[in-house]
């Protein structure tokens, strides 16, 4: 079974709208968390990441992401999307080894 | 800085064929990793090697071959290419286990290998 899921295959949102893409895990201690993003044509790139202490984190390019064990979820928001964020993101989750959701792809319309 | 520099960008195979999969990274990283990436399916590790002459497998090694005689470099042998090797290849690097507190991930841009 996955340890991540992230239930959206695709989302379209527009330009200036917010957008929260969901990641849930199913860890029975609290893993590590990251998020990271897959503009077209590149590798992937670290957006933020969590361990422990504050459950809101702030990663680059505007984007956060809230950690809730009650809801078993890392989901990662920003307030306002630019055409640049057009990409695919991953959550990833490591109890005792690293593994991949499925990836959410975002296109943003003008 | 270079980074992770994977070649070649782009690549067709017959079936049967066999080719390599080059990776260098210049951060002096110890960990370097090849992924596949399939469409809905996330990435998949193939090999993973925490260090010059230290290689193991991962989740989907094979057909698949590694070898790691410099921190730098990390190629990755395709031997008999089958249909199913149709991917996006990334190589990753990392100064602390990938997903541990030092373990970001850095990738290269990838190699999309179609095998027909």
């Known amino acids: 079974a996955q340890s991540v899921t992230q239930p959206d295959i695709h989302i379209t949102v527009s330009e200036g709208a917010s957008l929260e893409l969901r990641c849930n895990y199913s860890y029975g201690a609290t893993p590590y968390l990251f998020w990271y993003v897959q503009s077209p044509g590149q590798g992937l790139q670290l957006l933020l990441k969590?361990?422990?202490?504050?459950?809101l984190v702030q990663g680059i390019k505007g984007f956060e992401a809230e950690f809730k064990r009650s809801q078993s979820s890392f989901n990662l928001r920003k307030p306002s999307v630019h055409w640049s964020d057009a990409a695919e993101y991953f959550c990833a989750g490591n109890d005792y080894k690293l593994s991949f959701g499925a990836g959410t792809t975002v296109t943003v319309r003008a | 800085n270079a980074g992770v520099t994977q070649t070649p960008k782009f690549r067709i195979l017959k079936i049967g064929q066999s080719m390599t999969l080059q990776c260098t990274q210049d951060m002096n990283h110890n960990y370097m990793y090849w992924y596949r990436q399939d469409p809905g399916m996330g990435l998949k590790l193939i090999y993973y090697?925490?260090?010059?002459?230290?290689?193991d497998k991962g989740e989907v090694p094979n057909g698949y071959n590694v070898s790691r005689s410099t921190t730098e470099d990390f190629p990755l042998r395709l031997e008999l290419a089958a249909p199913s090797q149709t991917s996006v290849y990334f190589c990753?690097?990392?100064?602390?286990?990938?997903?541990?507190?030092?373990?970001?991930?850095?990738f290269g841009e990838g190699s999309r290998l179609t095998v027909l």
């Open positions: 990753a690097s990392s100064y602390g286990l990938a997903g541990d507190v030092d373990g970001e991930l850095f």
């Open positions: 090697s925490v260090g010059a002459g230290i290689t």
């Open positions: 969590y361990f422990s202490g504050d459950t």
